[in-house]
């Protein structure tokens, strides 16, 4: 009698954890929530914030998976266009070019200041937009040109595919070309790395590059901050873009939607970015 009661308990036991388990898969079947995946490519400038942002949204949102790849804001915009990626993401605005002909839908996450940046043994701490401008066209070529020590100056930027280097050259160089003796990386990480270990280098990355391992400096007296790309005195700054190819539904449309929300602004804000709703 004894090892019937067991039995049975051990019978009676094994039916309540399937009956739970039948209410718990009800449970999640009522929600209607099916899995969507979706993919994101382009601007490196703006991969990490949305990877941050995506992380938060697939925390919040089980079913959602947001795949994210960088390669340029070129990549970003071949990719939209294509299919290739449900939405891609520019540190740079739209070139007509780009626009003309397609059914592009472009959002604006943000903004970014770019910064200047050189080795933190650079005794140059101030620069005016022509002496940047002279700099990245071999013009000048030693930083006791600009009032520094008798050092030969290194050029480091961006490469062909990047947002960045295209701003940069529209903005800064006025839309002539760099020295071709100027050093091309394809990534901010890259240019900060290569500028914090070489004393003659000077680059340009986004602003949330600048750490204790680099110098950025003001142009004409003005810090690059994000208080100042808010107020409007640091003028060297641009939008953050994510763009699909016509209206997006589901997964984009939701993700987009989360990105400029409250809670998504307050994301790029953290991570040194000007937010939208400022």
């Known amino acids: ?12 036991a094994a039916a309540l954890l399937f009956a739970v388990f039948l209410v ?3 449970g999640c079947v009522s929600q209607g929530e099916e899995p969507e995946t979706i993919t994101i490519a382009g601007s490196t400038t703006v991969l990490p914030v949305a990877q941050i942002v995506a ?25 939209a266009k294509e299919g290739t990626a449900d939405i891609g993401m520019l540190s740079r605005d739209l070139k007509s070019s780009e626009k003309e002909g397609s059914s592009l839908k ?3 996450i943000g903004r970014d200041g770019i910064a200047v940046i050189a080795h933190p043994s650079n005794t140059v701490s101030d620069l005016t937009a022509a002496q940047i401008k002279d700099i990245y066209q071999g013009k000048i070529t030693n930083w006791k040109e600009v009032g520094g020590k008798d050092l030969s100056i290194v050029l480091i930027g961006r490469d062909s595919a990047s947002g960045t280097r295209e701003f940069f050259t529209e903005f800064v160089l006025k839309k002539e070309d760099a020295a071709k003796t100027m050093q091309e990386y394809s990534s901010n990480g890259a240019v900060q790395k290569a500028v ?7 680059g340009y990355v986004s602003l949330e590059y600048v750490d204790q391992t680099v110098k950025a400096f003001s142009i ?3 810090q690059a901050t994000v208080d100042n ?6 003028t060297i700054n641009r939008p953050l873009l994510m763009i699909t190819n016509g209206e997006p539904d589901g997964l984009a449309k939701k993700f987009l939607s989360f990105i400029l929300s409250p809670e998504g602004q307050k994301i790029i804000a953290d991570n040194g970015f000007v937010p939208v709703t400022v």
């Open 229 to 234: 790309v808010i107020n409007g005195s640091y």
């Open 24 to 26: 718990f898969a009800s």
């Open 196 to 202: 914090a270990q070489t004393p003659g280098a000077i």
């Open 106 to 108: 472009e959002y604006v």
């Open 55 to 79: 992380d938060v949204y697939m925390d919040e949102h089980t079913t959602a998976d947001i795949q994210i790849s960088g390669g340029g804001s070129g990549v970003g915009v071949t990719a």
């Open 220 to 222: 004409s007296g003005v």
């Open 1 to 12: 009698m004894v090892m019937k009661r067991k039995t049975m308990s051990i019978v009676g």
